[in-house]
């Protein structure tokens, strides 16, 4: 594997641009995988890493790591302080309106948890290929902007309010997953994790911004060179 992609970086923490398809660590839930983010960073800047938080297999963007047990106490104390600002941008099925919050508690663990995330439509399009009764697909580009951090929220949550995310399998839509595998060759999930925000305990801000992969782009193209709107 090429080497990853270093978008920030100082004494204490360092983050990448995640591709589609890479763990962030080992786990028995996926025993297909042979590379790993934690184990290529360390390998890459040659120390030892500590994930700050997790992102889905599936889904590309920023991913940040503490170099040390005492940044990864402090990140972990922000991040479960909900002291993080994430911000994530989706291609997802039909016309999302322009804003709105999704409150929607999500099982995880064997127990319920309160979820909430705010989206934000940014752009809609509308492509000339019937799927199911309707003769024509619309998809929305929307931003996210989750407050908590459960397994798969976005994912979740997009599939709640009936706009799953193109790609997400198995919380997307099967016909629309088709659509794009069998027109446009494509079978990522379109989710990707744009930016972090936090401020440090000597009060100066961090924003760590990734720019979207070479398959949302990909999508982004298709959808405006054959927008019919």
């Not at 993080?84 to 919050?101: D, L, M, P, S």
């Not at 908590?148 to 949550?157: A, F, I, S, V, W």
């Not at 305990?201 to 405006?224: G, H, M, T, Y």
Request: proline letters at 4%; hydrophobic letters at 40%; charged letters at 25%.
């Amino acid at each position: 594997m090429p080497l990853l992609s270093i978008i920030f970086e100082n004494n204490d923490l360092v983050a990448i641009n995640k591709p589609c398809g890479l763990l962030v660590h080992r786990t028995k839930l996926a025993n297909d995988a042979e590379e790993f983010a934690l184990q290529l960073l360390r390998n890459q800047i040659g120390q030892r890493v500590y994930p700050a938080h997790r992102l889905d297999r599936k889904t590309s963007g920023v991913l940040l790591f503490s170099k040390t047990p005492a940044a990864n106490t402090m990140m972990q104390a922000l991040f479960r302080e909900r002291k993080v600002r994430k911000i994530y941008k989706a291609i997802v099925r039909g016309f999302v309106q322009e804003n709105g919050t999704i409150d929607y508690a999500i099982g995880e663990n064997g127990k319920v948890q309160a979820a909430k995330t705010h989206y934000t439509l940014l752009q809609q399009f509308e492509l000339n290929i019937p799927s199911g009764k309707h003769t024509t697909s619309r998809y929305s580009l929307v931003e996210l902007m989750p407050e908590t951090g459960r397994y798969h929220q976005l994912r979740k949550h997009l599939a709640h309010i009936f706009h799953p995310i193109i790609g997400d399998r198995p919380h997307g839509c099967n016909k629309q997953n088709k659509i794009w595998k069998e027109h446009f060759g494509m079978t990522h999930m379109l989710l990707h994790a744009e930016s972090l925000e936090f401020e440090l305990p000597d009060l100066s801000a961090v924003r760590i911004v990734a720019d979207i992969s070479d398959e949302f782009q990909k999508a982004l193209d298709i959808l405006n060179k054959n927008d019919i709107l």
